[in-house]
């Protein structure tokens, strides 16, 4: 790619950056807007409507940045809780790594590459020729100025290990003072059993109690059941919806709207009074869910979740084997009562074996698939394949506005177009694998959501001369680092290009939230439902983290490469500071907390880019010509792994689970508070199935409201 033709694709970027800037300036003004841009501070009664017609309004301003700024971490704390904290710390060390290697990278070894004669530059045609001269391929072969570049790596290598750590460190620490500073809840004193084994005596509620009150007596407090209730869960769903459609009806003030057809659309059908129609149905529906309930007694799914009196008598009952063969009483972490999911807790052991097996399949069938499109994103970026691939376009493609628009902006478009399908593949992959949280979900969404963008951006793109035509490289080990060494710097115009395309623009857009502004606009003009229904979203950490970590790998891949990157990457990550704690403090609502077990996989996945620099960089000091510094540089990748081996065991039990001394340091303090005796009293209903309890959307007050089953205890 040319110089031309990256400042095509950066100024067209820029400019819809500051497109949704001023839009999102002016569209938050609007009252009419606020579910949209400040849903969270709308649902919390926080925001002042202001219906006054005033210039302001229609004038763009900054102010926002300076909101988001100023609330300090303890503030965005109590906002988002750890793990939007946790997040932000995740951007905050990727724009530190950044701007270190920006400095080191711009200021010594940019200045080496672009001076070097390796390849030929026309200094009165520069913006024609090839970004290559920005890199380390330019720099001669044998070159003594190679040292420079092997000083760096190990410089930036310590730097990053070290942040690495601190960070690490932090965040555990952050981690038990979050756990020390909260109140009593419910995840906290029980774990969910699954494989109850069927009795011929009793039932899987009376197995449950004997085996515990038996082996437990003096820890064991109560348990509840889990039901099959797919079915009611359904006919609840639909019962809310006809009771926002009959709240919405009794709000209006137009009798006109009360009547109405009721077949599709509201076009076909008798013509009805909708008041009476719809309050009907709701109790045609809460009867329908009583009756399904009623059908549920004895009919058990063989989990529980089983509560203990103290924290340290759950985790004695999470840590040790229950049952003497290991497939039956399993004991798993319960997680919050909001962050169950519900449909998976019917899946046995081999279901859930096979899902895993299915999911993986799955995974691989998906990236192989999406080669497609990265082999016609690389075919863009070559103006001469293109022409072979389509000789009619050769006059169109000599047009110089129109080349540079295809292989400068063109191709990351494409990418970012079918990578927006991915996350939501990925979120139901994860979900058919046995997990019971929502959380569980987003975890193993993000790790293979990170894995992917890893191969299918990053190798499948920087090897697409080599991987897809050798796959036996992987067989060839010793080959690995020259194969990279060859074709990853050859490929840094096209990551500066998506950096900015999909770095820049998707991260401005975050803040412009054009889909949700749709979906609202449409709702007013279609929907009969009252404005005041809608769900406050929560950050999509599956698919935010990998992408923040893709930028990572980027730079630090190409921080000796092709330094010329790394500014592209400041803008980015400045961006992403500003906007995701704005979001985070207006827009989304946690849904779970998990206490900051993100960030082992920020860990992992640096680590991993790590090693990649250093394998690239034993390929590119042999290629060189400088063997010392390519036998040099083997020992770093053993070294960073050495470290990462002694972080895992410093302080990754920390997130797997809360240490003894600090549940009982905690049970002790509890004991004088009366909150544990009230949660002690709630743990009874705190875990039944919200399918269970009793309805109350048509409001009436007899006993057809009255839950069916009661817990167990």
Same mark, same amino acid.
Request: net charge positive; aromatic share 14%.
């Given at each position: 790619?040319? &110089?031309?033709?990256?400042?095509?694709?950066?100024?067209?970027?820029?400019?819809?950056?500051?497109?949704?800037?001023?839009?999102?300036?002016?569209?938050?003004k609007?009252?009419?807007?606020?579910?949209v841009?400040?849903?969270?501070?709308?649902?919390?009664?926080?925001?002042?409507?202001?219906?006054?017609?005033?210039?302001?309004?229609?004038?763009?301003?900054?102010?926002?940045?300076?909101?988001?700024?100023?609330?300090? +971490?303890?503030?965005?704390?109590?906002?988002?809780?750890?793990?939007?904290?946790?997040?932000?710390?995740?951007?905050i060390?990727?724009?530190?790594? /950044?701007?270190?290697?920006?400095?080191?990278?711009?200021?010594?070894?940019?200045p080496?590459?672009?001076?070097?004669?390796?390849?030929?530059?026309?200094?009165?045609?520069?913006?024609?020729?090839?970004?290559?001269?920005?890199?380390?391929?330019?720099?001669?072969?044998?070159?003594?100025?190679?040292?420079?570049?092997?000083?760096?790596? #190990?410089?930036?290598t310590?730097?990053?290990?070290? &942040?690495? #750590?601190v960070?690490?460190?932090?965040?555990?620490?952050?981690?038990?003072?979050?756990?020390?500073?909260?109140?009593?809840?419910?995840?906290?004193?029980?774990v969910?059993?699954?494989g109850?084994?069927?009795?011929?005596?009793?039932?899987?509620?009376? $197995?449950?109690?004997?085996?515990?009150?038996? #082996?437990?007596?003096?820890?064991?407090?109560?348990?509840?059941?889990?039901?099959?209730?797919?079915?009611?869960?359904?006919?609840?769903?639909?019962?809310?919806?006809?009771?926002?459609?009959?709240?919405? &009806?009794? $709000?209006?003030?137009?009798?006109?709207? @009360?009547?109405? *057809?009721?077949g599709?659309?509201?076009i076909?059908?008798? %013509?009805?009074?909708?008041?009476?129609?719809? +309050?009907?149905?709701l109790?045609?529906?809460e009867?329908?869910?009583?009756k399904?309930?009623?059908?549920?007694?004895g009919?058990?799914?063989?989990?529980?979740?089983?509560?203990?009196?103290?924290?340290?008598? /759950?985790?004695?009952?999470?840590h040790?084997?229950?049952?003497?063969?290991?497939? +039956?009483?399993?004991?798993e972490?319960?997680?919050?009562?909001?962050?169950?999911?519900?449909?998976?807790?019917?899946?046995?052991?081999?279901?859930?074996?096979?899902?895993?097996?299915?999911?993986?399949?799955?995974?691989?069938?998906?990236?192989?698939l999406?080669?497609?499109?990265?082999?016609?994103?690389?075919?863009?970026?070559?103006?001469?394949q293109?022409?072979?691939?389509?000789?009619?376009?050769?006059?169109?493609?000599?047009?110089?506005?129109?080349s540079?628009?295809?292989?400068?902006?063109?191709?990351?478009?494409?990418?970012?177009?079918?990578?927006?399908?991915?996350?939501?593949?990925?979120?139901?992959?994860?979900?058919?694998?046995?997990?019971?949280?929502?959380?569980?979900?987003a975890?193993?969404?993000?790790?293979?959501?990170l894995?992917?963008?890893?191969?299918?951006?990053?190798?499948?793109n920087?090897?697409s001369?080599?991987?897809?035509? *050798?796959?036996?490289?992987?067989?060839?080990?010793?080959?690995?680092?020259?194969i990279? /060494?060859?074709?990853?710097?050859?490929?840094?115009?096209?990551?500066?290009?998506?950096?900015?395309?999909?770095?820049?623009?998707?991260?401005?857009?975050?803040?412009?939230?054009?889909?949700?502004?749709?979906?609202?606009?449409?709702?007013?003009?279609?929907?009969a439902?009252?404005?005041?229904?809608?769900?406050?979203?929560?950050?999509?950490?599956?698919?935010?983290?990998?992408?923040?970590?893709?930028?990572?790998?980027?730079?630090?891949?190409?921080?000796?490469?092709?330094?010329?990157?790394?500014?592209f990457?400041?803008?980015?990550?400045?961006?992403?500071?500003?906007?995701?704690?704005?979001?985070?403090?207006?827009?989304?609502?946690?849904?779970?907390?998990?206490?900051?077990?993100?960030?082992?996989?920020?860990?992992?996945?640096?680590?991993?880019?790590?090693?990649?620099?250093?394998?690239?960089?034993?390929?590119i000091?042999?290629?060189?010509?400088?063997?010392?510094?390519s036998?040099?540089?083997?020992?770093?990748p053993?070294?960073?792994?050495l470290?990462?081996?002694?972080? *895992?065991?410093?302080f990754?039990?920390?997130?797997?689970?809360?240490?003894?001394?600090?549940?009982?340091?905690?049970?002790?303090?509890?004991?004088?508070?009366?909150?544990?005796?009230?949660?002690? +009293? %709630?743990?009874?209903?705190?875990?039944?199935?919200?399918?269970? %309890?009793?309805?109350?959307?048509?409001? @009436?007050?007899?006993?057809h409201?009255a839950?069916?089953?009661?817990?167990?205890?």
């Amino acid at each position: 790619m040319i &110089l031309s033709a990256l400042l095509t694709s950066v100024g067209i970027n820029l400019g819809l950056c500051f497109l949704f800037f001023i839009l999102y300036s002016i569209l938050s003004k609007q009252p009419g807007n606020a579910d949209v841009y400040a849903p969270r501070l709308v649902a919390e009664g926080k925001l002042e409507q202001r219906n006054n017609f005033n210039l302001e309004r229609l004038l763009p301003s900054t102010s926002w940045v300076s909101r988001s700024w100023n609330p300090s +971490e303890e503030e965005l704390l109590l906002r988002a809780g750890l793990d939007g904290v946790v997040f932000m710390r995740i951007i905050i060390f990727s724009l530190k790594v /950044a701007a270190f290697a920006a400095v080191v990278g711009l200021c010594a070894l940019l200045p080496i590459n672009y001076m070097g004669s390796q390849i030929f530059i026309d200094f009165s045609d520069l913006t024609n020729k090839s970004l290559e001269s920005f890199s380390i391929s330019n720099v001669n072969d044998g070159s003594k100025k190679l040292w420079v570049h092997f000083a760096a790596i #190990y410089i930036f290598t310590a730097f990053v290990c070290y &942040l690495l #750590y601190v960070e690490y460190r932090y965040i555990s620490l952050k981690r038990l003072a979050y756990y020390y500073s909260s109140e009593p809840k419910p995840e906290q004193f029980t774990v969910l059993v699954r494989g109850i084994p069927k009795s011929s005596t009793d039932s899987l509620s009376g $197995s449950v109690a004997k085996f515990f009150s038996e #082996y437990y007596p003096s820890l064991y407090l109560s348990h509840c059941m889990v039901y099959h209730t797919t079915k009611i869960q359904k006919i609840i769903s639909d019962a809310g919806k006809v009771s926002r459609k009959l709240a919405h &009806l009794k $709000s209006t003030q137009k009798a006109s709207q @009360r009547f109405g *057809r009721v077949g599709f659309c509201g076009i076909f059908g008798p %013509k009805v009074d909708l008041l009476d129609y719809y +309050e009907k149905k709701l109790e045609d529906l809460e009867e329908k869910a009583r009756k399904q309930q009623s059908l549920l007694s004895g009919k058990e799914v063989p989990a529980a979740f089983v509560s203990f009196k103290s924290r340290l008598g /759950a985790a004695v009952a999470l840590h040790i084997q229950q049952g003497e063969n290991p497939t +039956e009483w399993l004991t798993e972490r319960a997680p919050e009562p909001r962050d169950i999911y519900w449909p998976f807790f019917s899946a046995s052991f081999l279901s859930r074996w096979i899902g895993n097996v299915v999911v993986v399949f799955a995974c691989v069938i998906l990236t192989i698939l999406f080669f497609i499109p990265v082999i016609i994103v690389q075919g863009l970026t070559n103006l001469d394949q293109l022409e072979t691939w389509f000789p009619f376009l050769k006059d169109v493609l000599n047009i110089t506005f129109i080349s540079q628009v295809i292989t400068g902006y063109l191709p990351s478009l494409i990418l970012k177009m079918f990578l927006y399908l991915v996350p939501p593949v990925m979120i139901m992959l994860s979900s058919i694998q046995g997990y019971v949280a929502h959380s569980q979900i987003a975890r193993s969404a993000c790790n293979k959501m990170l894995w992917f963008t890893i191969w299918n951006i990053f190798f499948a793109n920087a090897l697409s001369g080599s991987v897809l035509y *050798r796959v036996n490289i992987f067989l060839e080990p010793k080959e690995i680092p020259t194969i990279l /060494a060859v074709a990853v710097p050859g490929q840094a115009t096209f990551f500066i290009t998506y950096v900015v395309t999909n770095g820049w623009t998707n991260t401005s857009s975050e803040l412009f939230r054009l889909m949700p502004l749709v979906s609202s606009y449409m709702g007013r003009i279609f929907s009969a439902e009252t404005g005041e229904n809608f769900e406050v979203p929560s950050l999509p950490y599956s698919s935010e983290i990998p992408s923040i970590l893709l930028f990572g790998l980027l730079g630090i891949t190409y921080f000796f490469l092709s330094p010329l990157i790394l500014p592209f990457l400041l803008v980015y990550y400045c961006l992403a500071y500003i906007i995701y704690r704005h979001q985070l403090l207006n827009v989304y609502s946690p849904k779970f907390e998990t206490g900051g077990t993100f960030w082992p996989i920020v860990h992992n996945a640096t680590v991993f880019s790590l090693v990649l620099m250093h394998i690239i960089a034993v390929g590119i000091f042999g290629l060189k010509q400088v063997p010392l510094a390519s036998a040099l540089t083997t020992p770093l990748p053993i070294i960073t792994l050495l470290f990462n081996s002694y972080c *895992r065991k410093r302080f990754l039990p920390v997130f797997k689970g809360y240490p003894a001394e600090s549940m009982i340091k905690k049970d002790r303090i509890d004991e004088n508070n009366p909150a544990v005796s009230d949660l002690h +009293e %709630k743990l009874i209903s705190a875990y039944q199935d919200p399918a269970l %309890k009793p309805t109350r959307f048509s409001g @009436r007050t007899d006993g057809h409201n009255a839950p069916l089953l009661a817990s167990e205890v």
